[in-house]
């Protein structure tokens, strides 16, 4: 019984850790940018805004702050992922391997929001200023990034949150029922060793759907874009099994509802 009450809680506190950075997430990348003054332009000429933006030792040195942040974060995320790691922290912590990794995200993308450095002096890539772009560009942004989240959650739900945050796994050793993973069947183990990031389309629509991109969000957007990219790698059989399991979660989340209305 002591084993539990050491484990429970601390899964507890990384799932809390990593929800509210979640929560803390959407507010940096929709929030803040939807509502404006993230950068100013530095003439009309994109192109002597940017020659210029090279020359700035300010600007030049935010953007290396924010680069090396977003590094770190990368470094971090897939480090962590690798077999030799996760083996050696299965090794030392057990069923807390995916709570470890999930904190420990959680942590890196703190760090990551916290230190973030804007470049308001920057050049912009593209803003909406004239009227009637002025107005509806961004309530069109606000309703994509609405919509990306509400996916990003649907889907989290879909592929069983409480695994992906590590509160499963401790939930079922508790009950001696072993590793989630072991019951799963060769289908969805060959699907989770393919993706790596399952609301990648959602969150580059978040990172690239603004109504000004300015210099460091346009550095957070390709640099997180690219990382995205290269951590996929699905196939027909996988999108076959997504489908498939996709029709089965909306089937069992309806059936109470037609049962009650009968």
């Not at 030392?92 to 995200?105: D, N």
């Amino acid at each position: 019984m002591a084993p539990a009450l050491l484990l429970v809680p601390t899964a507890l506190a990384s799932f809390i850790l990593a929800f509210g950075t979640g929560v803390e997430f959407v507010r940096f990348t929709s929030l803040r940018p939807l509502l404006g003054g993230v950068a100013e332009p530095r003439g009309p000429d994109m192109r002597q805004g940017w020659l210029a933006a090279l020359q700035d030792p300010s600007i030049l040195g935010s953007l290396a702050w924010d680069l090396g942040l977003l590094l770190l974060f990368v470094g971090q995320h897939s480090l962590m992922a690798a077999e030799r790691v996760k083996a050696w922290t299965t090794r030392y912590f057990g069923v807390l391997q995916r709570s470890l990794y999930v904190a420990c995200t959680a942590l890196a993308l703190q760090v990551v929001m916290r230190y973030w450095e804007p470049v308001p002096r920057g050049p912009v890539l593209w803003e909406a200023r004239v009227e009637p772009w002025a107005t509806w560009v961004p309530l069109l942004c606000f309703v994509l990034h609405v919509i990306s989240w509400l996916l990003i959650f649907s889907i989290l739900l879909v592929f069983d949150y409480a695994e992906l945050m590590g509160l499963k796994q401790v939930y079922y050793h508790v009950l001696g029922l072993g590793e989630p993973l072991a019951l799963k069947s060769p289908r969805a183990l060959r699907l989770f060793s393919h993706l790596r990031h399952p609301v990648c389309v959602e969150l580059l629509t978040v990172l690239w759907g603004v109504p000004t991109l300015g210099t460091d969000r346009l550095l957070l957007a390709l640099l997180l874009t690219l990382y995205l990219g290269l951590a996929h790698g699905l196939d027909q059989q996988d999108l076959l099994y997504l489908r498939s399991q996709l029709q089965r979660k909306l089937y069992l989340l309806s059936r109470p509802q037609e049962e009650g209305a009968e």
